[in-house]
């Protein structure tokens, strides 16, 4: 999909791909043209479109310039241009306040971060990853971790309400058999205090300094396998 995708790449200072709903997958008046930057990374899972939009690749088909209805909030952040300056990165690691001080305490603890206009975007292209994870699963797994000395960092994202997305270190360098529901994130993840135009993106568990050190990818996968084969008794 990855090749369909970029074939509908518009060429600018912020490289990006046109995407939008299959038909079927979404009401027409749902399929508007989302802008996905490149590179989008693996072929399978989620990516973020620059409205803040969190999108499965699944459900997305590829279109031209000047096909379809496009999201004027995509449109409005891609126009704005590349990333902001770089903040002075002094060690402050406020990350519920204004973007420039939350993209400034991120990069103190040394998470790869760009900050564009108001939204703050972690790459996702080197060791860090993010899961999407059915949020009646994260509580357990979550806790399974924490006993494992592995704590992660939690996301609530308003475009996946049923869902938690889980930052995790490490990635294992080929696609792990997860379990039904569960999802990569892949290119770039909003972080807090980033608005979509559905809400604001939220910290469930907020992160430690080290936290994209503590908790690998395989970690999680073995937390859901506990979480899974191991289902609490009933009352």
Known sequence: M???????????????????YRLGVAGETARTVHLIPLPIGSPVGAVTALCGALLRREDLEPVTPGQGMPCMVCVLNHVAGGPSPPPVTTGDTRID??????????RAWGWPVTLCRDQIRLNLDGDTGALIIPAPLVAEVTAILAMRRCPVPVLAHPYAPEHRILLVAERFGVTLPWPPGVHQVTGTLLLPPTVTPHGPITWIQLPEPDAL?????????????????????PH
């Open 213 to 233: 050190r503590f908790c690998r990818e395989i970690d999680v996968l073995a937390a859901l396998r506990t979480a899974l084969n191991d289902p609490p008794a």
């Open 2 to 20: 990855t090749r369909q995708l970029t074939s509908g790449a518009v060429t600018d200072a912020r490289p990006v791909t046109l995407v939008r």
């Open 97 to 106: 306040t204004d973007p420039l001080a939350a993209t400034a305490g991120y």
